[in-house]
C-alpha cells in the first residue's frame, strides 16, 4: 500500500517553532508517510537540515505568494495543488493562509490548517483585515489545529469557526532527552563554575520576544551575585540587546552563543528560565526548560499561565511590569531550595500533559481523518 502523500506549505521552513514540530513528527513516522514541503515565502529551508534520513520528502516549486495579486495566486495555487496531487495539504500560519481560500473555492484536496500565533505586528491586537481574510478562508480547511487555548478562543470567538473544526493539540516534548544533566561546557565560550548561576532562555532575537526587557530585569534582580545571563537564539535584535547590556554594563555577565540545536543538552545548565515577551501562543522553549526541572519568570502572555505548575504561578508577571518580573528573578536566584521544589513541579507538570508520545499519536489520528479516501 503506498504510503499518504502529505503536502506542507509553510511561508519559511526555517528553525521556528512550527517547522520544528513538523519535523518531530516527520521523523518520529519516518516512511509511514510521504512529504512534500514547499516555501513560499523567500524559499527558506534551513529545517530540512533536520529530517531524518528515514523521511521521503522532496521539495518542489511552488507559487510565491509575495508577488502579483490575489485571483491570480488563487488560480496558480490551485493548478499546483493538483499537478502535485498530494491526499492531504496541511498549512501553516497566515502566511499559508491564501492557500486556504484556493482550497476552500476549487477544492483541490483536503487540507487542514496550522495556527501557532502572531506575530509583532499583531501583539496587541489581531488586525482587522487578516481576521476578515481568516473569517472567508478557514471553511476551506477540513480542520483547524491550534496547539494553545488562547487560539482556540481567537478561532472560536473571532474567526467564528464551529467548534467541532477545532483541535487543540499542545506541543510536546521528548522527555527522555532531559534525564541526563549536561555538560559543563554544552553553551559554547562558557564553563560553568561551582556556585556560578545561569538565567537562560531559548528564543529568536525577535522585537516581540523583548529581549532587552529581560536584560533589565536581570541587571537588577542579580545585582551582587555571580550569575550570567545566557540567550541563546538568532535574529535581528541581537545589536540592540548587546547595546543594552553595555548601557546597564553588564556586557560581560550577558552571552548571546547565536542558535544551538538540541536544547536538551544545555537547558539543564540554566538555574533559571525567563521568558519576557509582549506575545506568545505555547512557547516550546518553556515546556523544554519546565522537562528540565527549572522554574520559570515569565510575562503573563498567551497560554504560559495555563503551561507552567501550580507553583510557579506566583512567579509570572504582566508583560510591562518589570518591578514584578525583577523581584520574582531575585527572590528566585537567591533560593535554591525554593527553584528545586518549582522546577520538580513544573517536571510533574509536563510528564503529566505535554510529552511528545502523545502529540504525534494525536497528529497521526488528526491527519488520517482527513485524507482523501
Given at each position: 500500500m503506498t504510503a499518504p502523500h502529505l503536502l506542507h506549505v509553510f511561508s519559511t521552513f526555517n528553525l521556528g517553532g512550527p517547522q520544528m514540530r513538523a519535523v518531530q513528527l516527520m521523523n518520529?513516522?519516518?516512511?509511514?508517510?510521504?512529504?512534500?514541503?514547499?516555501?513560499?515565502?523567500?524559499?527558506?529551508?534551513?529545517?530540512?537540515?533536520?529530517?531524518?534520513?528515514?523521511?521521503?520528502?522532496?521539495?518542489?516549486?511552488?507559487?510565491?505568494?509575495?508577488s502579483g495579486g490575489l485571483p491570480r495566486h488563487l488560480?496558480?495555487?490551485?493548478?499546483?495543488?493538483?499537478?502535485?496531487?498530494?491526499?492531504?495539504?496541511?498549512?501553516?500560519?497566515?502566511?499559508?493562509?491564501?492557500?486556504?481560500?484556493?482550497?476552500?473555492?476549487?477544492?483541490?484536496?483536503?487540507?487542514?490548517?496550522h495556527e501557532d500565533g502572531f506575530g509583532p505586528d499583531e501583539s496587541a491586537a489581531q488586525l482587522p483585515r487578516r481576521v476578515l481574510f481568516r473569517k472567508l478562508a478557514l471553511p476551506g480547511a477540513a480542520r483547524l489545529i491550534v496547539p494553545s487555548r488562547t487560539l482556540e478562543r481567537a478561532a472560536l470567538e473571532v474567526w467564528r469557526r464551529?467548534?467541532?473544526?477545532?483541535?487543540?493539540?499542545?506541543?510536546?516534548?521528548?522527555?527522555?532527552?532531559?534525564?541526563?544533566?549536561?555538560?559543563?561546557?554544552?553553551?559554547?565560550?562558557?564553563?560553568?563554575?561551582?556556585?556560578?548561576?545561569?538565567?537562560?532562555?531559548?528564543?529568536?532575537?525577535?522585537?516581540e520576544k523583548n529581549l532587552t526587557r529581560l536584560v533589565r530585569v536581570f541587571a537588577r534582580a542579580a545585582e551582587g551575585l555571580d550569575a550570567r545571563l545566557v540567550i541563546v537564539g538568532?535574529?535581528?535584535?541581537?545589536?540592540?540587546?548587546?547595546?543594552?547590556?553595555?548601557?546597564?554594563?553588564?556586557?560581560?555577565?550577558?552571552?548571546?552563543?547565536?542558535?544551538?540545536?538540541?536544547?536538551?543538552?544545555?537547558v539543564g545548565l540554566f538555574d533559571l528560565f525567563a521568558l519576557t515577551s509582549d506575545t506568545e501562543q505555547f512557547p516550546i522553549s518553556l515546556i523544554e526548560a519546565m522537562a528540565a526541572k527549572l522554574p520559570a519568570?515569565?510575562?503573563?502572555?498567551?497560554?504560559?499561565?495555563?503551561?507552567?505548575?501550580?507553583?510557579?504561578?506566583?512567579?509570572?508577571?504582566?508583560r510591562d511590569d518589570e518591578e514584578n518580573l525583577t523581584r520574582a528573578m531575585r527572590t528566585l536566584l537567591r533560593d535554591a531550595d525554593l527553584r528545586g521544589q518549582i522546577g520538580a513541579a513544573n517536571r510533574a507538570r509536563v510528564e503529566a500533559n505535554f510529552s511528545l508520545e502523545r502529540m504525534i499519536e494525536t497528529y497521526d489520528r488528526l491527519y488520517r481523518s482527513a485524507l482523501r479516501r
Amino acid at each position: 500500500m503506498t504510503a499518504p502523500h502529505l503536502l506542507h506549505v509553510f511561508s519559511t521552513f526555517n528553525l521556528g517553532g512550527p517547522q520544528m514540530r513538523a519535523v518531530q513528527l516527520m521523523n518520529a513516522w519516518g516512511g509511514n508517510y510521504r512529504h512534500s514541503i514547499v516555501s513560499v515565502g523567500r524559499g527558506e529551508l534551513a529545517a530540512r537540515e533536520r529530517l531524518s534520513s528515514a523521511v521521503v520528502a522532496d521539495f518542489p516549486d511552488f507559487p510565491d505568494l509575495k508577488s502579483g495579486g490575489l485571483p491570480r495566486h488563487l488560480w496558480r495555487i490551485q493548478k499546483r495543488i493538483r499537478e502535485l496531487n498530494p491526499d492531504l495539504v496541511l498549512t501553516y500560519n497566515w502566511g499559508a493562509i491564501e492557500v486556504v481560500m484556493s482550497t476552500r473555492l476549487f477544492r483541490a484536496a483536503p487540507l487542514i490548517h496550522h495556527e501557532d500565533g502572531f506575530g509583532p505586528d499583531e501583539s496587541a491586537a489581531q488586525l482587522p483585515r487578516r481576521v476578515l481574510f481568516r473569517k472567508l478562508a478557514l471553511p476551506g480547511a477540513a480542520r483547524l489545529i491550534v496547539p494553545s487555548r488562547t487560539l482556540e478562543r481567537a478561532a472560536l470567538e473571532v474567526w467564528r469557526r464551529s467548534p467541532n473544526t477545532i483541535s487543540y493539540v499542545p506541543n510536546g516534548v521528548d522527555l527522555s532527552l532531559f534525564e541526563m544533566p549536561p555538560s559543563l561546557s554544552a553553551l559554547p565560550g562558557l564553563n560553568k563554575r561551582d556556585g556560578e548561576l545561569f538565567v537562560g532562555t531559548v528564543a529568536g532575537l525577535r522585537p516581540e520576544k523583548n529581549l532587552t526587557r529581560l536584560v533589565r530585569v536581570f541587571a537588577r534582580a542579580a545585582e551582587g551575585l555571580d550569575a550570567r545571563l545566557v540567550i541563546v537564539g538568532t535574529g535581528p535584535e541581537r545589536e540592540k540587546i548587546l547595546a543594552e547590556a553595555q548601557r546597564l554594563d553588564i556586557a560581560a555577565r550577558v552571552h548571546l552563543p547565536g542558535f544551538l540545536p538540541d536544547p536538551h543538552k544545555y537547558v539543564g545548565l540554566f538555574d533559571l528560565f525567563a521568558l519576557t515577551s509582549d506575545t506568545e501562543q505555547f512557547p516550546i522553549s518553556l515546556i523544554e526548560a519546565m522537562a528540565a526541572k527549572l522554574p520559570a519568570v515569565c510575562t503573563q502572555v498567551g497560554d504560559v499561565s495555563e503551561i507552567v505548575s501550580a507553583e510557579n504561578l506566583p512567579w509570572l508577571a504582566q508583560r510591562d511590569d518589570e518591578e514584578n518580573l525583577t523581584r520574582a528573578m531575585r527572590t528566585l536566584l537567591r533560593d535554591a531550595d525554593l527553584r528545586g521544589q518549582i522546577g520538580a513541579a513544573n517536571r510533574a507538570r509536563v510528564e503529566a500533559n505535554f510529552s511528545l508520545e502523545r502529540m504525534i499519536e494525536t497528529y497521526d489520528r488528526l491527519y488520517r481523518s482527513a485524507l482523501r479516501r
